[in-house]
Protein backbone atom coordinates (compact mmCIF):
# COMPACT_ATOMS: atom_id res chain seq x y z
CA UNK A 1 0.00 0.00 0.00
CA UNK A 2 2.77 2.33 0.74
CA UNK A 3 4.55 1.28 -2.05
CA UNK A 4 1.07 2.43 -4.61
CA UNK A 5 0.29 5.76 -2.18
CA UNK A 6 4.14 6.85 -2.96
CA UNK A 7 3.74 6.15 -7.08
CA UNK A 8 0.92 7.39 -7.11
CA UNK A 9 2.55 11.08 -6.08
CA UNK A 10 5.10 10.50 -8.42
CA UNK A 11 2.23 10.27 -11.08
CA UNK A 12 0.62 13.64 -9.55
CA UNK A 13 3.84 15.16 -9.49
CA UNK A 14 4.62 13.89 -13.09
CA UNK A 15 1.13 15.93 -13.99
CA UNK A 16 1.94 19.12 -12.90
CA UNK A 17 2.98 22.52 -15.01
CA UNK A 18 6.86 21.99 -14.43
CA UNK A 19 9.53 24.18 -15.95
CA UNK A 20 13.30 23.72 -16.72
CA UNK A 21 15.56 26.92 -16.57
CA UNK A 22 19.45 27.73 -15.51
CA UNK A 23 20.64 30.50 -12.75
CA UNK A 24 23.39 32.90 -13.30
CA UNK A 25 25.71 29.42 -12.25
CA UNK A 26 25.01 27.39 -14.91
CA UNK A 27 23.11 25.16 -12.27
CA UNK A 28 19.53 23.58 -14.21
CA UNK A 29 16.24 23.78 -12.08
CA UNK A 30 13.27 22.01 -12.35
CA UNK A 31 10.03 24.10 -10.97
CA UNK A 32 6.16 24.82 -11.06
CA UNK A 33 6.74 28.47 -11.25
CA UNK A 34 9.03 30.69 -13.74
CA UNK A 35 11.49 32.44 -11.64
CA UNK A 36 11.48 36.57 -12.93
CA UNK A 37 13.74 37.30 -15.14
CA UNK A 38 14.47 33.62 -16.36
CA UNK A 39 14.15 32.04 -19.70
CA UNK A 40 12.08 29.07 -20.03
CA UNK A 41 14.40 26.17 -21.24
CA UNK A 42 11.24 23.80 -21.55
CA UNK A 43 7.74 23.22 -20.33
CA UNK A 44 5.75 20.06 -19.15
CA UNK A 45 8.36 17.80 -18.55
CA UNK A 46 7.88 14.65 -18.58
CA UNK A 47 9.74 13.29 -15.30
CA UNK A 48 11.56 10.33 -15.01
CA UNK A 49 14.90 10.29 -13.32
CA UNK A 50 14.27 13.51 -11.90
CA UNK A 51 11.13 12.85 -9.86
CA UNK A 52 12.98 12.57 -6.68
CA UNK A 53 14.65 15.79 -6.71
CA UNK A 54 11.49 16.86 -6.52
CA UNK A 55 9.81 15.22 -4.14
CA UNK A 56 10.08 15.61 -0.78
CA UNK A 57 13.09 13.97 1.36
CA UNK A 58 10.94 11.90 3.74
CA UNK A 59 8.77 10.14 0.38
CA UNK A 60 12.15 9.57 -0.80
CA UNK A 61 13.49 7.94 2.26
CA UNK A 62 10.17 5.93 2.33
CA UNK A 63 10.49 4.96 -1.08
CA UNK A 64 14.67 3.60 -1.03
CA UNK A 65 13.32 1.87 2.47
CA UNK A 66 10.63 -0.19 0.57
CA UNK A 67 12.50 -1.47 -1.95
CA UNK A 68 15.61 -2.54 0.19
CA UNK A 69 12.96 -4.58 2.09
CA UNK A 70 11.37 -6.21 -0.90
CA UNK A 71 15.06 -6.74 -2.10
CA UNK A 72 15.77 -8.42 1.53
CA UNK A 73 12.52 -10.52 1.28
CA UNK A 74 13.01 -11.92 -2.36
CA UNK A 75 16.78 -13.17 -1.47
CA UNK A 76 15.54 -14.49 1.76
CA UNK A 77 12.86 -16.31 -0.01
CA UNK A 78 15.38 -17.95 -2.28
CA UNK A 79 17.61 -19.01 0.26
CA UNK A 80 14.71 -20.06 2.03
CA UNK A 81 13.42 -22.03 -0.97
CA UNK A 82 17.09 -23.34 -1.58
CA UNK A 83 17.12 -24.77 1.93
CA UNK A 84 14.06 -26.83 1.32
CA UNK A 85 15.20 -28.23 -2.23
CA UNK A 86 18.52 -29.10 -0.06
CA UNK A 87 16.44 -30.96 2.57
CA UNK A 88 14.11 -32.33 0.03
CA UNK A 89 16.94 -34.22 -2.22
CA UNK A 90 18.28 -35.42 0.63
CA UNK A 91 14.94 -36.63 1.81
CA UNK A 92 14.90 -38.56 -1.14
CA UNK A 93 18.37 -39.90 -1.30
CA UNK A 94 18.35 -41.90 2.46
CA UNK A 95 14.97 -42.99 1.42
CA UNK A 96 16.60 -44.49 -1.99
CA UNK A 97 19.19 -46.21 0.18
CA UNK A 98 16.86 -47.54 2.47
CA UNK A 99 14.35 -49.02 -0.15
CA UNK A 100 16.61 -49.34 -3.17
CA UNK A 101 16.18 -52.62 -5.17
CA UNK A 102 17.25 -54.20 -8.25
CA UNK A 103 15.66 -53.29 -11.20
CA UNK A 104 13.75 -55.91 -11.58
CA UNK A 105 12.07 -55.68 -8.58
CA UNK A 106 10.80 -52.54 -9.60
CA UNK A 107 6.87 -52.02 -8.59
CA UNK A 108 4.76 -52.31 -12.19
CA UNK A 109 7.81 -52.91 -14.37
CA UNK A 110 6.66 -54.72 -17.58
CA UNK A 111 6.38 -58.66 -17.14
CA UNK A 112 8.20 -60.90 -19.35
CA UNK A 113 5.20 -61.48 -21.73
CA UNK A 114 5.19 -58.07 -22.30
CA UNK A 115 6.04 -56.17 -25.87
CA UNK A 116 5.64 -52.99 -26.98
CA UNK A 117 2.23 -53.67 -28.74
CA UNK A 118 0.93 -55.24 -25.28
CA UNK A 119 0.89 -58.70 -23.29
CA UNK A 120 1.64 -61.46 -25.03
CA UNK A 121 -1.01 -64.47 -23.81
CA UNK A 122 1.00 -67.06 -25.29
CA UNK A 123 1.14 -70.43 -23.22
CA UNK A 124 4.81 -70.76 -21.98
CA UNK A 125 7.54 -72.66 -23.73
CA UNK A 126 7.07 -76.35 -22.15
CA UNK A 127 10.16 -78.69 -23.88
CA UNK A 128 10.96 -82.17 -23.20
CA UNK A 129 14.23 -82.22 -21.13
CA UNK A 130 17.24 -84.11 -22.43
CA UNK A 131 18.61 -86.91 -20.11
CA UNK A 132 21.47 -84.27 -19.11
CA UNK A 133 19.09 -81.32 -18.25
CA UNK A 134 16.71 -84.47 -15.71
CA UNK A 135 20.27 -85.36 -14.36
CA UNK A 136 21.47 -81.92 -13.26
CA UNK A 137 17.71 -81.04 -12.10
CA UNK A 138 18.27 -84.61 -9.89
CA UNK A 139 21.15 -83.39 -8.44
CA UNK A 140 19.62 -79.90 -7.20
CA UNK A 141 16.62 -81.86 -5.74
CA UNK A 142 19.00 -83.80 -3.86
CA UNK A 143 21.54 -80.74 -2.75
CA UNK A 144 17.96 -78.75 -1.66
CA UNK A 145 16.51 -81.49 0.44
CA UNK A 146 16.22 -81.32 4.15
CA UNK A 147 15.99 -77.86 6.90
CA UNK A 148 16.43 -74.38 6.30
CA UNK A 149 15.60 -71.45 8.21
CA UNK A 150 16.42 -67.61 7.34
CA UNK A 151 14.01 -64.64 6.32
CA UNK A 152 11.71 -63.93 3.52
CA UNK A 153 11.78 -59.90 2.18
CA UNK A 154 9.66 -58.37 -0.51
CA UNK A 155 6.42 -57.30 -0.70
CA UNK A 156 3.01 -56.31 -2.83
CA UNK A 157 2.83 -53.38 -5.30
CA UNK A 158 0.30 -50.16 -4.17
CA UNK A 159 -0.52 -47.20 -5.84
CA UNK A 160 -0.35 -46.37 -9.14
CA UNK A 161 2.22 -46.51 -12.64
CA UNK A 162 3.07 -42.76 -11.98
CA UNK A 163 3.33 -42.96 -7.80
CA UNK A 164 4.03 -46.91 -7.02
CA UNK A 165 4.55 -47.93 -3.33
CA UNK A 166 5.52 -50.79 -1.98
CA UNK A 167 3.69 -52.67 0.98
CA UNK A 168 6.80 -54.24 2.36
CA UNK A 169 6.94 -57.84 3.50
CA UNK A 170 9.91 -58.86 6.25
CA UNK A 171 9.33 -62.66 7.95
CA UNK A 172 11.10 -65.15 9.27
CA UNK A 173 11.18 -68.52 8.34
CA UNK A 174 11.42 -72.72 8.86
CA UNK A 175 11.64 -75.11 5.51
CA UNK A 176 11.62 -78.20 5.72
CA UNK A 177 12.63 -79.75 1.54
CA UNK A 178 11.87 -83.47 0.67
CA UNK A 179 11.89 -86.14 -2.17
CA UNK A 180 9.38 -87.77 -3.05
CA UNK A 181 9.47 -90.78 -5.39
CA UNK A 182 13.19 -89.04 -6.25
CA UNK A 183 11.16 -87.10 -8.88
CA UNK A 184 9.22 -84.25 -6.79
CA UNK A 185 10.34 -81.58 -4.74
CA UNK A 186 8.62 -80.54 -2.16
CA UNK A 187 9.34 -77.67 -0.36
CA UNK A 188 7.41 -76.86 2.32
CA UNK A 189 7.74 -73.33 4.17
CA UNK A 190 6.60 -71.91 7.60
CA UNK A 191 6.92 -67.92 7.27
CA UNK A 192 6.21 -65.44 10.54
CA UNK A 193 6.13 -61.68 10.25
CA UNK A 194 9.21 -60.36 12.40
CA UNK A 195 6.79 -58.29 14.55
CA UNK A 196 4.30 -60.88 15.06
CA UNK A 197 1.76 -60.19 13.53
CA UNK A 198 1.02 -62.82 11.17
CA UNK A 199 1.81 -66.33 10.36
CA UNK A 200 1.43 -67.93 6.76
CA UNK A 201 2.19 -71.01 4.85
CA UNK A 202 3.63 -71.80 1.91
CA UNK A 203 4.65 -74.70 -0.88
CA UNK A 204 6.54 -75.25 -3.67
CA UNK A 205 6.64 -78.86 -5.99
CA UNK A 206 8.86 -79.48 -8.45
CA UNK A 207 7.75 -82.56 -10.47
CA UNK A 208 9.75 -84.76 -12.75
CA UNK A 209 7.02 -85.92 -15.08
CA UNK A 210 7.43 -87.79 -18.66
CA UNK A 211 10.64 -85.80 -18.99
CA UNK A 212 8.79 -82.32 -18.21
CA UNK A 213 9.60 -80.06 -14.92
CA UNK A 214 6.36 -78.82 -13.77
CA UNK A 215 5.61 -76.35 -10.88
CA UNK A 216 2.52 -77.57 -8.20
CA UNK A 217 0.68 -79.48 -10.84
CA UNK A 218 0.85 -82.63 -12.82
CA UNK A 219 -0.04 -82.43 -16.04
CA UNK A 220 -0.30 -79.54 -18.32
CA UNK A 221 -1.94 -77.50 -15.91
CA UNK A 222 2.15 -77.49 -14.50
CA UNK A 223 4.01 -76.54 -17.56
CA UNK A 224 7.06 -74.21 -16.58
CA UNK A 225 9.50 -72.61 -19.41
CA UNK A 226 12.78 -73.92 -17.78
CA UNK A 227 14.43 -70.37 -18.81
CA UNK A 228 18.06 -71.19 -17.12
CA UNK A 229 19.88 -74.37 -15.77
CA UNK A 230 22.97 -74.89 -13.77
CA UNK A 231 24.14 -77.90 -11.74
CA UNK A 232 23.67 -74.69 -8.53
CA UNK A 233 20.23 -73.71 -9.49
CA UNK A 234 17.70 -72.93 -12.33
CA UNK A 235 15.09 -70.45 -13.34
CA UNK A 236 11.39 -71.42 -14.36
CA UNK A 237 8.46 -69.34 -15.68
CA UNK A 238 5.00 -70.11 -15.18
CA UNK A 239 1.77 -68.47 -17.30
CA UNK A 240 -1.86 -69.12 -16.26
CA UNK A 241 -5.21 -67.38 -16.01
CA UNK A 242 -6.97 -66.80 -13.02
CA UNK A 243 -10.43 -65.61 -13.71
CA UNK A 244 -10.10 -62.54 -15.70
CA UNK A 245 -6.47 -62.85 -14.58
CA UNK A 246 -3.30 -62.75 -16.26
CA UNK A 247 -0.54 -64.45 -13.78
CA UNK A 248 2.80 -64.88 -14.51
CA UNK A 249 5.38 -66.42 -12.04
CA UNK A 250 8.71 -66.94 -12.01
CA UNK A 251 10.85 -68.80 -9.81
CA UNK A 252 14.35 -68.62 -9.60
CA UNK A 253 16.65 -71.10 -7.02
CA UNK A 254 20.05 -70.75 -6.29
CA UNK A 255 22.58 -72.62 -4.06
CA UNK A 256 25.76 -71.48 -2.93
CA UNK A 257 27.21 -74.53 -0.38
CA UNK A 258 24.85 -74.35 2.97
CA UNK A 259 22.83 -70.80 1.60
CA UNK A 260 19.94 -71.34 -0.07
CA UNK A 261 17.64 -68.56 -2.09
CA UNK A 262 14.29 -68.94 -3.29
CA UNK A 263 13.14 -65.84 -4.95
CA UNK A 264 9.75 -65.55 -6.68
CA UNK A 265 8.58 -62.38 -8.38
CA UNK A 266 4.77 -62.10 -9.21
CA UNK A 267 3.62 -60.78 -12.16
CA UNK A 268 -0.35 -59.72 -13.34
CA UNK A 269 -1.65 -58.57 -16.74
CA UNK A 270 1.52 -57.92 -17.62
CA UNK A 271 3.00 -56.06 -14.52
CA UNK A 272 4.72 -56.56 -11.67
CA UNK A 273 2.60 -56.90 -9.04
CA UNK A 274 4.72 -58.31 -6.09
CA UNK A 275 7.97 -60.16 -5.25
CA UNK A 276 9.29 -62.79 -2.28
CA UNK A 277 12.95 -63.25 -1.69
CA UNK A 278 13.82 -66.27 0.97
CA UNK A 279 17.85 -66.43 2.06
CA UNK A 280 18.42 -69.53 4.08
CA UNK A 281 20.84 -71.62 5.82
CA UNK A 282 20.95 -75.14 6.72
CA UNK A 283 20.16 -76.20 9.95
Known sequence: MK?????????????????????DNGKVHYSDEIPEGRDVLEENIEIKNSQLQIMGEKDKQLLETFDTDREQRKEANKLE???????????????????????KYRCFGPSPSSTPSGVSHLEVNARELDDK???????????????????????TCLGTVETPK???????????????FSSTLKIQADLESKN????????????LEDDFLRLNFFG?????????????????????????????TLVAINLDNNALTIERINYTNG????????TLERY
Open 3 to 23: RFMILLLLAQVAQAQVYKWVD
Open 81 to 103: QKRLDQEASRSADVANKKSSRPE
Open 133 to 155: QIETLENIFNKIRGNWRGVAQGG
Open 166 to 180: LKPEDFNLRVEARLD
Open 196 to 207: GGSRRHENYDFH
Open 220 to 248: KGGDIELRHLTKDGFTILQKKWHRNIFVE
Open 271 to 278: ILAGFSVW
